[in-house]
Nanobody, 116 residues
Framework: QAQLIESGGGLVQAGGSLRLTCVAS????????WAWFRQAPGKEREFVAT????????TYADSVKGRFTISRDNTSNRVYLQMNDLQPEGTAVYYC?????????WGRGTQVAVSA
């Protein structure tokens, strides 16, 4: 059974950085496009960034463009999200999943909290 495990979250001050890691197990990884999503308190889950299967094409939500970088390592089934210049509006639970539907069962995510 496919399993997604996100890690790397934490509490940072505005302007700080974090690097999130997603490990995908129990299924093929390297042939799929992957993405990061986030869900802030009281809001719906939203798209953050996506990366194609080769790692050569990425897209970002306007709100994170220029500050976040998505990458992947197909040899270890990992997707990363480097987040720089974090702002309080970035406070959310961050999740990884396939970029397109049908998606896998969601993992528990990793909490990111940004203080002003």
């Amino acid at each position: 059974q496919a399993q997604l495990i996100e890690s790397g979250g934490g509490l940072v001050q505005a302007g700080g950085s974090l690097r999130l890691t997603c490990v995908a197990s129990g299924r093929a990884f390297s042939s799929d496009d992957w993405a990061w999503f986030r869900q802030a308190p009281g809001k719906e889950r939203e798209f953050v960034a996506t990366i194609n299967w080769t790692g050569q094409r990425t897209t970002y939500a306007d709100s994170v463009k220029g500050r976040f970088t998505i990458s992947r390592d197909n040899t270890s089934n990992r997707v990363y999200l480097q987040m720089n210049d974090l702002q309080p509006e970035g406070t959310a639970v961050y999740y990884c999943n396939l970029a397109t539907k049908p998606q896998l069962p969601w993992g528990r995510g990793t909490q990111v909290a940004v203080s002003a």
